[in-house]
């Protein structure tokens, strides 16, 4: 049973389950997003919903990646998406729990949140595409995709700028502005979504400075004259025009005679001193930029041309003497001169008695022609080329003295006396000697002729004596003669002769005749007139006047013929004279005019023709009277005189009257009798008479004009108008019918003067013009039409009013617009008189309106007056404004209504369409236009409108259109948005609040939203810029509006969080100061407290930006160039965060290096060490040096650019050390060196050197170069020839030389003498100054030798090659005009130091030393040498015989030596206290009681021992014993003892690291008796040390080695040789002193020696 039943209840329970597994599943949970239904962006909130179906008590529970949200447990959840976020955010799912069953459901499907990257702004610049100068615009276009409706906002500098809303902006770039001008940036705002839009990249405006003129001017400064060019150029494009300024004040500098501009040249030619001042140019283009800033001005300097000044001794100078002018400029030297005499510019050339020396003009043997103005000029090669003259001088050459020779009388009358008087006016004690004739007569005393003094006189002067007579001075001072002066002759004559002239003969009656008496011999005569052959006196009369010697017959009448004679008498000598011959006077009547006139009478206006006649001769000129007053009738307009011919012109009636006429001419007669005179009748035209009808006239009428000569018959008219006698002629309007001219429609063109005139064929043929007549067209009435009101307004009465001011009784006709439309009467039209009425006027009514009369009387009708148009209007409309519409309840709204047209308006308030009018209540008042609800009601929502009236037009208004007004019963709520969240210090972050409705005033607050607010705007929006880290934190806004304020709700809180900008540091990699073109260079930028590496680069050069965006941190400029130079910047940008931008690392490039190498020495002497130095820019750093040597150019072979020579690398060719020291083991090492600098890896390269030489003055084994003449200095002009001597079995030699400004150039062409081995210079010049030396096609140098070449007067001649030690040598001062004084007091110098005077020229050094080497030069009075080495060879130690008995010497003294080292040890021991010496000979200075260890701190270790060893008990004096007697040996020895370090003692135990040398060395002493033998030996027991460089010596001794060393001495012997030997042991270490020091011969003065005596 129970079996039973278990089995029913599990058949249950499976039934039971299997039900309820189709119908009762778990509630599924689904996700779906709610809001925003389209794309999310970042800043948006997504709003989730989870929806479980058939319950409603879930709980939710929501995951977010798989991550359960504890604090989200609504059934809808917020989610606020990361303002960056962008992309996929996660995965949402959500599941229910509750309390019943279910109590869960299934989990959602997931939700992914996926996040739209917000559309990019993007700022271009839009003009100009190019660079940006001051004073220019730039255009900014905003672009942002997506969408179009945006509102843009633009940033400088980060910060916002308000006043910019639209998509292009325009900045002006002050005209002072360069570098940056901003930075700029926008982004986009928009109503719908997205609202907003991510910032635009920076964009950097860069303004590039105008560019710079730069000026030259050449020469500067100028010399007045010259010509001078100022060049202005820019650097910067092309096809500039250039304007020139001077001086300060903006003075152009224009064209002109003197200024030439071309192209950016103005020439000055002729500068003169006005010229200087301030220059300063601009340039201008037409292409941008157009201008150029000007650059920095020039001072030009124009000054005179130096003046020469001109001496003359002596002046005055007198005719036969020496003149010396000399011409001098204090300016500058070297000038030639120019001579010149007078003003016309006369050259001086040299000639006979000139001679021109320099500045020297000679004048030999002057003459009077030598006198004169004498000036100079000079001229040289250098600027200034020229002088300026001087002021000229005057030389005068005066003539010797002359004497001068008075005669009185003279000419004298036979038998008078006669007295010669000689003078001479220069100086006085002259005496004289008397000459008559050209026969040097010498006139001698005699009994009529007497001399005293300077006195001749003649008594009873005969005819004999007459002749020529002249004297001559004489005196004992200089001038000792004088000249003769002008001879005067003398004449001895008889009574004179009188002589009559009369003039004219004959005469004509009333002209005037000329009777002149006259004696041909002195003066002051009286004369008497004579009239025929009785003896007449001739008086003074009325017509008859006598003056001096002149009888004067006015009016000449025939009773004055006759025969006249005269007579001279007077007070002096002689006192008559003969009467001359007479002579007959003849007079005759003058002859008469005749006159003719034709036509007489005449007309007015006719030509009168008057012929003047005289029968008498011909070739008359006439002259013309009217009346009887003598009125002359000259030429006139109308009064022609041609010949004998008067013609009048248009004869009027003042011509007529009495006219007659007179001739003249040139010969005689000169004039007629007048003829009988001719009247003269004019008689005046007839005249017209000119009617016109009517007059005035009105247009359009016919008028008449009738033309009459009351004058005989038969006339034709011609008719004119106006004043400047325009001809009427036939025309439509214009009919001339025989007197009459008919106007047709006359016009007011017609109106004017109007006059005629007749004409006929017989006499008079014309005549005058009568009185014109003006005749007037007046114009037909003009109507005036006035209409009022105008403008009209619809609705009311308009009155129209014609008038015409003419006369009266008009009839007016009504037209409206321009097609001639009649205005009738109509129901609101009325007609009335000149009154046209229009009632309820409409906008029909309005147009042009005008008017016309007319009438029956004259004039007929009125012209149209000018139209007026009638304006109607439609009466004003109101306008109402609600604020604040919608408006919430418990506000103030404001409604306010107003008509624009005129003013003074009341207005009546409507609600709603059924004319509700809106009265004053407690809620409600109206105040003027204004109509004020308080406490705002749902109940006042609803359409309001108004209506305006008013007591004057328009009294009323149309009611504009109705607001509707909208009372919203709730308080609305602001919300605060950020555009950023988290930004660094320094940027501007902007803050949004935004209502539900316009005209809110925001409140933004920080922290608490009941605090002060922290702004107040009217904008929706407020931007903190430059933002600190204290600006973070939480912020609200609300809104207010109204008064009393109406508020907002809070909005909620927006978090801002502010961090420190990170900084980004930019490092250069190589971090050289000094890069070269085509390095590599590497940039670094750093972000320094930016957080994660996320970071893009970007990089600027010059502040602009050059690379835009770069995701890696180093920036590799391979290889670089010159124009990658500037100053660099980088910045980090992340997303729209930037870094703060770098340091600026100044990138400097220079062109490739070429270093510069310098040998030292440059000449060598045999076993010097030489050091090469390469030095490249010193600004640039870890260089690798490269040493070469030039050989024949070789393929394979680095070589120079032009292969004239390869290189050839030294051993240890690469060294990191700027030098290179090179020890010649062998051959001198002479030829060329190059070097080169490399760095970096790869190395890169400069370029190589200049080769520099290295030269040895030794000749060589296998070559060697000779001059001749054998001297260093040799005079221009003179030959040279260089010798290239081969001693081996090289080829190939060619001589090769190097100058300061060329190297390497082999004998050329231009040396006119070349054979295979010397090269000759025919006539040397400074440019062949330099190093000559011959080189072999393999590369060997022989000895080289400087030559120098010089144009002075003076060389020194000093040996080419080394002189040896030893040798004598001579110095010889040469001059280049040896012959005149050959030899001469001469100065000679070495190393700019006298040394020595010689008077023969020559110096000799009889035995040079190493010292006597240095710079000589030799200086006289003809000048001074250039300077010359002298090179000093030292000659190695003496030959191996010498060296030999050396060796043997010091093998026989070593055994001494031994015995020496242990006394000395010993008395050094026992006499450790002091040091004593005992010096025999020669003296020596002596030093006791010293501290030997301040010995050794002051001297190091210098203080030596000295004793004297005998091998015998003689006494001291056996040396001088030895030498009186004969020969004798002496040996010295000096022991030089010091305390050794301990170390170096052990050390001394290893012979083979401490050897001893012994150095021996000779010399032959002289002394009185014989020779002395002299030898000196030096030990050194020092340790030998081995040093850095591996040096080959001919000696085993290095300078740490311990020497022996044997000395010459010379010891005073008095009977004969002596051999003296010195031995001196030093037990040291040597110290290497800063200076040398000479040792004393033979003992050191701190020495102590040991003298050796033989037994």
């Known amino acids: 049973m129970e079996s039973t039943l278990l089995c029913v209840l599990l058949l249950l329970n499976t039934y039971i389950n299997s039900g309820h597994s189709e119908d009762d599943a ?337 004048i030999s043997r002057a003459a009077e022609s030598d006198q004169g103005l004498y000036w100079c000029e000079g001229n040289r090669v250098s600027r200034p080329t020229s002088s300026q003259p001087g002021d000229p001088v005057t030389l005068t050459v005066e003539a010797l003295p002359k004497t001068t020779l008075t005669v009185k009388p003279n000419p004298a009358k036979t038998g008078e006396k006669v007295t010669l008087k000689c003078s001479v006016t220069y100086d006085s004690r002259w005496n004289y000697q008397w000459y008559k004739d050209w026969n040097y007569n010498v006139v001698s005393q005699s009994a009529r002729h007497t ?162 006649s005289v029968t008498y001769d011909s070739r008359w000129n006439y002259q013309g009277y009217k009346d009887w007053n003598y009125n002359v009738v000259s030429q006139s307009v109308r009064h022609t005189i041609t010949g004998n011919t008067l013609t009048i012109s248009r004869a009027a009636e003042s011509d007529q009257g009495l006219y007659w006429c007179e001739g003249n001419r040139v010969s005689r007669p000169t004039s007629s009798q007048p003829g009988d005179p001719v009247t003269l009748t004019v008689e005046a035209l007839p005249k017209t008479t000119l009617t016109v009808k009517p007059n005035p006239a009105f247009t359009g009428e016919t008028v008449t004009l009738m033309c009459s000569v009351t004058y005989a018959s038969r006339w034709n008219y011609q008719w004119y108008k106006d004043r400047n006698y325009n001809v009427v002629s036939q025309s439509v309007r214009h009919t001339i019918t025989g007197n009459t001219l008919t106007i047709s429609r006359a016009a007011e063109s017609d109106q004017g003067l109007y006059w005629c005139e007749g004409n006929r064929v017989s006499r008079p043929t014309s005549s005058q013009p009568g009185d014109p007549v003006t005749l007037t067209v007046e114009a037909l009435p003009k109507t005036t039409l006035t209409v009022k009101p105008n403008p009209a307004f619809t609705g009311e009465t308009v009155t129209l009013m014609c008038s015409v001011t003419y006369a009266s009784r008009w009839n007016y006709q009504w037209y409206k617009d321009r097609n001639y439309n009649v205005v009738s009467q109509s129901v609101r039209h009325t007609i009335t008189g000149n009154t046209l009425t229009i009632s309820r006027a409409a906008e029909s009514d309005q147009g042009l309106y005008w008017c016309e009369g007319n009438r029956v009387s004259r004039p007929t009708s009125s012209q149209p007056g000018d139209p007026v148009t009638l304006t109607v209007e439609a009466l004003p409309k109101t306008t109402l404004t609600v604020k604040p519409n919608p408006a919430f309840t418990g506000e103030t709204v404001t409604l306010m209504c107003s008509v624009t047209y005129a003013s003074r308006w009341n207005y009546q308030w409507y609600k709603d369409r059924n004319y509700n009018v809106v009265s004053q209540s407690v809620r409600h008042t109206i105040t003027g236009n204004t109509l004020t609800i308080s406490r705002a009601a749902e109940s006042d929502q609803g359409l309001y409108w108004c209506e305006g009236n008013r007591v004057s037009r328009p009294t009323s208004s149309q009611p504009g259109d109705p607001v509707t007004l909208t009372v919203e019963d709730y308080q609305p709520k602001t919300t605060l948005t950020s555009d950023k969240e988290n930004i660094f210090t320094g940027d501007s972050v902007t803050l949004s609040c935004t209502a539900e409705s316009p005209g809110w005033k925001f409140y933004l607050y920080r922290h608490r939203p009941d605090s002060t607010p922290v702004t107040t705007t009217s904008g929706y929006s407020y931007t903190l810029s430059w933002v600190s880290v204290s600006d973070g934190g939480q912020y609200w806004c609300r809104a207010g509006r109204g008064d009393p304020i109406y508020y907002t709700l809070y909005s909620d809180p927006v978090q801002i969080n502010i961090t420190e900008r990170p900084v980004a540091v930019l490092t250069l990699q190589p971090n050289w100061t000094q890069i070269f073109i085509r390095e590599t260079v590497t940039m670094r930028c750093d972000i320094q407290g930016g957080g994660d590496s996320n970071w893009n680069y970007i990089w600027y050069n010059n502040s602009q930006l050059f690379i835009p965006f770069n995701t890696k941190p180093e920036y590799r400029i391979s290889p670089v160039y010159r124009s990658n130079s500037g100053s660099y910047t980088c910045e980090g940008v992340k997303g729209n965060k930037f870094s703060k931008t770098s340091d600026a690392v100044q990138l400097t490039v220079s062109d490739q290096p070429q270093p510069v190498l310098s040998i030292s020495p440059q000449w060598l002497n045999p076993g010097d060490s030489v050091t090469l130095s390469c030095e490249v820019d010193k600004t640039s750093i870890a260089w690798r040096f490269s040493w070469y040597r030039t050989v024949p150019y070789r393929a394979g072979l680095p070589s120079l650019s032009d292969k004239s020579y390869s290189l050839q690398p030294l051993s240890d060719n690469v060294t990191s050390e700027d030098s290179y020291t090179q020890i010649p083991a062998g051959p001198t090492p002479t030829g060329g060196y190059v070097c080169r600098a490399g760095r970096g890896d790869p190395v890169y390269d400069t370029l190589y050197s200049e080769p520099q030489f290295l030269w040895s003055g030794d000749l060589q084994s296998s070559v060697s170069l000779t001059v001749n003449p054998n001297t260093t200095q040799h005079f221009t002009s003179k030959s040279l020839s260089l010798i290239c001597e081969l001693k081996g079995n090289s080829t190939g030699w060619r001589l090769k030389r190097h100058t300061e400004t060329a190297w390497r150039s082999e004998c050329p062409s231009t040396w006119r003498s070349i054979t295979e081995s010397t090269c000759t210079i025919t006539s040397l010049t400074t440019w062949y100054s330099g190093v000559f030396w011959c080189e072999s096609g393999s590369g060997e140098n022989s000895n080289a030798v400087n030559i120098t070449v010089n144009d002075g007067d003076v060389i020194l001649e000093s040996p080419v090659h080394p002189v040896t030690e030893g040798d004598s040598v001579t110095l010889t001062c040469t001059f280049r005009h040896q012959g005149t004084n050959p030899k001469l007091n001469t100065d000679f110098y070495k190393d700019g130091t006298l040394i020595k005077n010689e008077t023969t020229g020559e110096m000799t050094i009889p035995t040079v030393s190493k010292s006597d080497e240095g710079f000589y030069k030799c200086k006289s009075g003809e000048g001074e040498s250039p300077e010359s080495w002298v090179t000093v060879r030292v000659v190695a130690p003496g030959s191996s015989t010498s060296v030999l008995v050396g060796v043997v010497v010091g093998l026989l003294v070593a055994g001494v030596l031994l015995v020496i080292l242990l006394v000395l040890l010993v008395r050094y021991q026992n006499r450790k206290g002091s040091c004593f010496n005992r010096i025999f000979w020669p003296p020596q200075p002596q030093r006791t009681n010293q501290d030997p260890q301040q010995d050794q701190g002051s001297t190091q270790g210098d203080t030596n021992i000295y004793d004297t060893i005998n091998s015998s008990d003689n006494n001291d004096n056996d040396v001088a014993g030895a030498s009186a007697a004969g020969p004798r040996h002496v040996t010295y020895t000096q022991i030089n003892l010091k305390k050794l370090d301990k170390k170096k003692k052990e050390k001394r135990n290893y012979p083979q690291e401490n050897p001893v040398y012994s150095e021996v060395k000779t010399g032959k002493a002289t002394a009185a008796a014989g020779p002395v033998n002299v030898t000196y030996a030096e030990v050194d027991l020092q340790k030998k040390v081995k040093t850095k460089k591996k040096r080959e010596t001919a000696t085993p001794p290095e300078p740490e080695s311990v020497y022996s060393l044997v000395k010459p001495y010379t010891a005073p012997a008095a009977a004969g040789p002596v051999d003296v030997t010195y031995v001196e042991v030093d037990l040291q270490k040597k110290v290497k002193t800063k200076k040398k020091r000479e040792r004393a011969t033979p003992p050191e003065a701190d020495s102590v020696y040991s003298r050796l005596k033989p037994r």
Not at 510 to 528: D, H, I, K
Not at 547 to 570: F, K, P, V
Not at 578 to 595: N, S
């Open 26 to 362: 778990l509630p599924t949970a689904s996700v779906k997003i709610v809001t925003p239904q389209s794309l999310l962006y970042p800043g948006e909130t997504v709003t989730l919903q989870c929806d479980i179906s058939n319950y409603t008590d879930w709980t939710y529970r929501w995951f977010r990646d798989n991550h359960n949200l504890p604090s989200q447990t609504s059934k809808a959840i917020d989610i606020t998406i990361p303002i960056t976020q962008t992309g996929q955010v996660s995965q949402y799912r959500c599941e229910g729990l509750r309390t019943g069953r279910p109590q869960r459901s299934q989990p959602s499907v997931v939700v992914t949140i996926s996040v739209t990257a917000l559309p990019t702004a993007s700022v271009k610049i839009v003009t100009p595409q190019s660079l940006l100068y001051p004073g220019e615009t730039v255009t900014l276009q905003c672009d942002i995709s997506d969408y179009t409706d945006w509102t843009y906002r633009w940033f400088r500098d980060n910060h916002h700028l308000p006043s910019q809303t639209s998509k292009a902006i325009d900045i002006t770039i002050p005209i002072t502005q360069t570098g940056q001008a901003g930075q700029y940036r926008c982004e986009g705002l928009r109503t719908d979504r997205p609202q907003r839009s991510q910032p635009s990249v920076v964009v950097t405006i860069s303004v590039t400075a105008l560019p710079k003129t730069t000026l030259t001017v050449k020469p500067n400064p100028a010399f007045t004259g010259e010509t001078v060019t100022l060049m202005c150029s820019v650097t910067y494009a092309s096809r500039w025009n250039y304007q020139w300024y001077k001086d300060r004040n903006y003075n152009v500098v224009s064209q002109s005679v003197r200024h030439t501009i071309t192209g950016n040249t103005l020439t000055i030619s002729r500068a003169a001193e006005s010229d200087q001042g301030l220059y300063w140019c601009e340039g201008n283009r037409v292409s941008r930029p157009t201008s150029s800033q000007p650059g920095d001005p020039v001072t030009l300097t124009v000054e005179a041309l130096p003046k020469t000044t001109l001496t003359v001794k002596p002046n005055p100078a007198f005719t036969g003497e020496t003149v010396t002018l000399m011409c001098s400029v204090t300016y500058a030297s070297r000038w030639n001169y120019q001579w010149y005499k007078d003003r016309n510019y006369n050259v001086v050339s040299q000639s006979v008695r000139h001679t021109i020396t320099g500045n020297t003009l000679t």
């Open 451 to 612: 001399i005293t003094g300077n006195t001749l006189t003649i008594s009873r002067a005969a005819e004999s004596d007459q002749g020529l007579y002249w004297c001559e001075g004489n005196r004992v001072s200089r001038p000792t003669s004088s000249q003769p002066g002008d001879p005067v002759t003398l004449t001895v004559e008889a009574l004179p002769k009188t002589t009559l002239t009369v003039k004219p003969n004959p005469a004509f009656t009333g002209e005037t005749v000329t009777l002149m008496c006259s004696v041909t011999y002195a003066s002051r005569w009286n004369y008497q007139w004579y009239k025929d052959r009785n003896y007449n006196v001739v008086s003074q009369s009325v017509r008859h006047t006598i003056t001096g010697n002149t009888l004067t017959i006015s009016r000449a009448a025939e009773s004055d013929q006759g025969l006249y004679w005269c007579e001279g008498n007077r007070v002096s000598r002689p006192t008559s004279s003969q009467p001359g011959d007479p002579v007959t006077l003849t007079v005759e009547a003058l002859p008469k005019t005749t006159l003719t006139v034709k036509p007489n009478p005449a007309y007015t206006g006719e030509k009168v023709t008057l012929k003047c």
